[in-house]
């Protein structure tokens, strides 16, 4: 599996990768993605503000779930290729040959290991976009659940200043 490969694959998707040495070792250095950035403190964010930034990431992860979708789907296609590919193989010998020594043949076919290698790719490719999803997924559940605390800080503050307003005005009944 080429490391490299994969973090230039991913990062010409957009999401953040590191940078890997062909041995697989991480140099310490980020290649930074396309994903809109995240405020530290949302609360200094208008409600206007705050909703085009549920919009970006939610459309972020959206485009990281469409990709990971487009992986998948290329990594069953592959497994089946291989999968065809070691049975034509295997029919190939006949019964002049032990399976296992059909099977053990398989194993240096240059063409199966070409497959393998690629089905690898993929594989770690749809490992890394699963992640990437489920920070974009966090992200917008973050930015949900700020949405929603201010609701209901304002719905909160509103009914107190109701009850304040129809006091003074010399009703008890509470307007919700």
């Known amino acids: ?3 490299q490969k994969i973090s230039d694959i991913c990062s010409k998707i957009g999401i953040t990768v590191g940078k890997y040495e062909d041995d697989g070792s ?7 993605g396309q994903e809109p950035d995240l405020p ?3 609360d200094d964010l208008s409600a206007e503000q705050l909703g085009s930034l549920l919009n ?9 779930k469409s990709r990971l979708t487009e992986y998948q789907v290329a990594l069953q296609n592959i497994s089946a290729d291989m999968d065809n590919y070691s ?7 006949g019964g002049a040959e032990k399976v296992t020594f059909a099977k053990a043949k398989l194993r240096i ?3 199966y290991l ?6 690898d790719d993929i594989k770690a490719i749809c490992t890394m976009l699963e992640n990437a999803v489920a920070i974009s997924e966090n992200r917008v559940s973050a930015i949900s659940r700020n949405i929603s605390a201010r609701s209901t800080s304002m719905g909160a503050l509103n009914r107190r200043e109701n009850i304040n307003m129809n006091t003074a005005f010399g009703r008890s ?3 919700t």
């Open 109 to 111: 076919d240059r063409d």
């Open 114 to 119: 070409e497959k393998m290698a690629m089905r």
């Open 26 to 32: 991480f140099t310490g250095n980020l290649v930074k």
């Open 173 to 175: 009944k509470r307007v």
């Open 40 to 42: 530290e403190n949302m």
């Open 1 to 3: 599996m080429s490391y």
């Open 87 to 93: 049975a034509a193989k295997l029919v190939e010998g």
């Open 56 to 64: 970006k990431h939610s459309e972020w992860s959206n485009y990281l």
